[in-house]
C-alpha cells in the first residue's frame, strides 16, 4: 500500500533540524571545548561543511526515487540486494540507537527541571511519540514543526541575550592544542550533523519531492550550522575554561550567568524539546526501514502493513519504537551509539558509491530533479571525507560495526537471498566492460514506476497508445522504400489495412513533400479510410535513413495513421511529439537507448502537455 503525501517543505525542513538540534549542541560542546578550545566553534562549521557533500548525493538520489527507506532504497538498487541488505539493517538499528539516546541524553536537563526518573520520563516520551506517528505522518510531521520552531526561538533568544556578555578574552587563546586538534574536534562532532540527511527515509511521503527534499535539506543544514556556531560562540565567550570543559550542560550554564535561574529553566526546557524532537524524527525515519526492506522480502511482509486509516506503516513504528523502549530502559547506549556512528559513517560513503554508480551505468531512467554538481568530485570528497572520521573512531566501535556487517549478510544468504533478487545498477557497468548480458529490464521498470509517482503522472490516450504500438530498431543501412515497407506491415497488423495501400500512401506522402523536420528526425502522417482507426509505428536507425537524395540522415521517426475521424488526436499526438523531441538532450538519450523498452521509456516519460478526461 503507497504511504500518504502529505508533507511539505516546513515539513522537510523540521524533521531535518529536529534529527540534529539535540546532545551535539546542549550535551558535546563543553566535551569538544576541552579538545579544542575556543576553536571549536570552528570545528563545528568544518563539520557541517564536511556533511555537504554527502547532502548534494543524497539530494539527487533522493529526487531520483523517493522512496521509503532513504539509503537502503538508494543502495541496494545501486549495489545489490546484499549490501542493502547490510546497509538497510545499519540505517535502522545507528538511526534507533541515536532516537533513544536522545531520549536517555534529557537525563542532564531533566535533572534541573524534576527529581522523575529518567528511564520513566524517556519510556513515556517515546510512547507518545510512537502513538503520534501511528495516526499520521502529517500529525507527526506538524508537531516536528511546532517543537522546531520553539526550539529555534529560545537559541536565538540565548544568541541576542548572550552576545553583550561574550568576553574577548576567552578567545586567547584560539586554538590551544593547534590545528590538528581542531579537524579531529570536527570528527568527535560530526554526529550533531547525522540527522541531517535522514529526512530522505520518508521521501515517499514529501509532496513536490523533486523541490522540497533537497531544498528542505539545504536550508536546514545553513540554519542549523549557524545556529551551533552562534550558540557555542556565545557560550565559549562567557564561560571560563573550567566552567566550560566540565560541563555536561553548557549552554544552561552559559544561561545562568547572563538570565539568571530563569533562563538556564528556559534553556533546559529546549534542551528537553531537542531531545523530544530528534527522538520524534528518529522513530519517523527509522520505521520507515523495515517497510522498504519488507517489500522487498529482505523482512516478513507484515512489516509492510500501512493502517487503512491513517496510511501509516504501523507495524515498522511499534517495531521501532518496541526497539527504542527496551534502549532506554536497559541498554547502556555509549558505546552503542559509537557504533552507530561508525555504521552512519559507512552509509555516508555507500550514498555516495550510489550515485556513481547509479550515473555510470547509464540508465535512463534515472532521472533525478536535483543533480549534485562538480560531479565525481563532490562524491570522492564525501567519499575520502566519511573514511576519515571512521579511522578515528577508533579499533573497538570499527571492529563491532565489522561484526555486524558480517552477521547481516549472514541474514542476507539464510533469508533473503533464497527470496529476493534484485537487479542493480553496477550490474549495467560491468555489463558495458564485459560486453555481456547480464540483466534484463526490471530495474527500468521499477525506476519508470517511481518516476510515474513521484511526477503525478496521469496517463493520457497518448501514452496507452505508446504502450502498445510497434518499435523498429534497425541496425545497419536501410533505404526509404525498405523501410517504408517494415512500417507498412506493422500499419497493417495493427489496423488490419491492406499493406501495400499502406506503402503507396506513405511513398505518396514523401513525394508530395517531405516529413524529414530536422534534428535527425522525420514525422511522417497519413489519413486512411475508415472509423475509429489510428496508430503509432516509432523507429531507430543508428546509421541513418536518407528520405530523399542529399537529405539528412534521420535516426528518429514517428509513423502516424489515423482515419478521419481520429483528427483532433492526430493533431494532439504531432504535439506531444514535438514536445517531447525538444526535450534537453532527447537526441543523445535517444541514440543510448539499449533496447526497445528504453525507446518507449523515453517517450513515455517526457515532460508534456497532458490530456486526460474530466473526473466526476
Same mark, same amino acid.
Given at each position: ?43 563545528? /562549521? ?60 534529557? $537525563? ?13 520520563? $524517556? $519510556? ?37 541575550? @548572550?552576545?553583550?556578555?561574550?568576553? /574577548? ?44 527534499? =533537497? ?7 545553513? /540554519? ?5 556556531? $552562534? ?18 550542560? =553548557? ?140 579511522? #578515528? ?83 545497419? #543501412? ?72 542529399? @537529405? ?11 482515419? #478521419? ?48 478526461? =474530466?473526473?466526476?
Amino acid at each position: 500500500m503507497a504511504l500518504k503525501r502529505e508533507l511539505g517543505l516546513i515539513h522537510v525542513f523540521a524533521i531535518a533540524s529536529g534529527a540534529m538540534i539535540s546532545s551535539g549542541l546542549f550535551i558535546l560542546p563543553g566535551l569538544a571545548a576541552a579538545r579544542a578550545g575556543p576553536a571549536v566553534v570552528l570545528s563545528y /562549521v568544518i563539520a557541517g561543511m564536511i556533511a555537504l557533500p554527502t547532502l548534494l548525493s543524497k539530494a539527487e538520489l533522493t529526487t531520483a526515487m523517493p522512496k521509503a527507506g532513504g539509503d537502503y532504497f538508494y543502495i541496494s538498487r545501486s549495489m545489490g540486494s546484499a549490501v542493502g541488505t547490510i546497509g538497510g539493517f545499519a540505517s535502522w538499528f545507528s538511526l534507533s540507537l541515536k532516537g533513544a539516546f536522545a531520549l536517555t541524553g534529557m $537525563a542532564a536537563y531533566a535533572a534541573i527541571l524534576t527529581t522523575i526518573p529518567i528511564g520513566i520520563i $524517556a $519510556a513515556c516520551l517515546c510512547v507518545a511519540f510512537v502513538l503520534i506517528n501511528l495516526l499520521g505522518a502529517k500529525q507527526a510531521g506538524n508537531s516536528q514543526v511546532l517543537l522546531v520552531v520553539i526550539l529555534i526561538g529560545v537559541l536565538g533568544y540565548f544568541v541576542f541575550r @548572550g552576545i553583550p556578555n561574550v568576553m /574577548v578574552q576567552r578567545f586567547s587563546p584560539f586554538a590551544p592544542q593547534g590545528a590538528g586538534a581542531v579537524f579531529a574536534t570536527a570528527g568527535f562532532v560530526f554526529i550533531s550533523f547525522g540527522g541531517l540527511t535522514k529526512v530522505a527515509s520518508i521521501a515517499e511521503e514529501v509532496k513536490k519531492p523533486g523541490v522540497n527534499l =533537497p531544498l528542505g535539506m539545504f536550508l536546514s543544514l545553513l /540554519v542549523v550550522t549557524v545556529l551551533y556556531a $552562534a550558540v557555542i560562540f556565545v557560550t565559549v565567550g562567557v564561560l571560563s575554561g573550567a566552567e566550560l570543559y566540565d560541563s555536561l550542560t =553548557p549552554i544552561s550554564a552559559a544561561a545562568t550567568i547572563f538570565a539568571g535561574p530563569m533562563g538556564a529553566g528556559i534553556i533546559a526546557l529546549a534542551a528537553l524539546l531537542a531531545f523530544v524532537s530528534t527522538a520524534n524524527a528518529g522513530i519517523m525515519s527509522a520505521s520507515r526501514y523495515p517497510l522498504a526492506m519488507s517489500r522487498d522480502h529482505i523482512l516478513p511482509g507484515f512489516f509492510q502493513r500501512a493502517n487503512k486509516r491513517f496510511g501509516t506503516p504501523h507495524m515498522a513504528i511499534l517495531f521501532t519504537g518496541g526497539f527504542m523502549l527496551l534502549s532506554v530502559l536497559f541498554l547502556r547506549l555509549e558505546m552503542l551509539v559509537r557504533i552507530a556512528s561508525t555504521l552512519l559513517l559507512a552509509l555516508y560513503i555507500m550514498a555516495n558509491l550510489a550515485v556513481v554508480f547509479m550515473r555510470e551505468s547509464r540508465i535512463l531512467n534515472y532521472q533525478p530533479k536535483f543533480k549534485s554538481p562538480l560531479y565525481p568530485w563532490t562524491q570522492i570528497a564525501g567519499g575520502l571525507g566519511g573514511l576519515f572520521l571512521i579511522v #578515528r573512531m577508533g579499533v573497538v566501535p570499527i571492529t563491532i560495526a565489522v561484526l555486524f556487517c558480517f552477521v547481516m549478510f549472514g541474514w542476507y544468504l539464510a533469508y533473503v537471498r533464497p527470496r529476493s533478487y534484485k537487479e542493480f545498477a553496477l550490474l549495467r557497468i560491468i555489463e558495458r566492460v564485459s560486453a555481456k548480458e547480464l540483466t534484463g529490464y526490471s530495474l527500468e521498470t521499477e525506476l519508470k514506476d517511481i518516476l510515474r509517482e513521484r511526477d503525478e503522472i496521469v496517463e493520457d490516450r497518448f501514452d496507452h497508445v505508446i504502450k502498445e504500438c510497434p518499435i523498429l530498431d534497425i541496425e545497419g #543501412r536501410c533505404g526509404l522504400e525498405d523501410f517504408l515497407e517494415k512500417v507498412s506491415q506493422e500499419v497493417s497488423n495493427n489496423l488490419g489495412i491492406d499493406a501495400e495501400l499502406v506503402y503507396d500512401l506513405l511513398h505518396a506522402r514523401e513525394e508530395e513533400s517531405s516529413t524529414v523536420i530536422g534534428s535527425g528526425m522525420a514525422i511522417p502522417h497519413i489519413i486512411v479510410e475508415g472509423e475509429k482507426k489510428f496508430c503509432i509505428v516509432i523507429a531507430r536507425s543508428r546509421e541513418g535513413i536518407e528520405f530523399y537524395e542529399g @537529405g539528412p540522415k534521420v535516426h528518429t521517426v514517428f509513423v502516424l495513421v489515423g482515419t #478521419r475521424d481520429e483528427r483532433n488526436f492526430h493533431l494532439r499526438a504531432l504535439a506531444a511529439i514535438a514536445q517531447i523531441a525538444r526535450l534537453p538532450k532527447f537526441e543523445e538519450k535517444w541514440m543510448q537507448a539499449r533496447s526497445k523498452d528504453e525507446l518507449r521509456d523515453l517517450i513515455l516519460l517526457g515532460e508534456r502537455t497532458r490530456h486526460t478526461p =474530466p473526473t466526476a
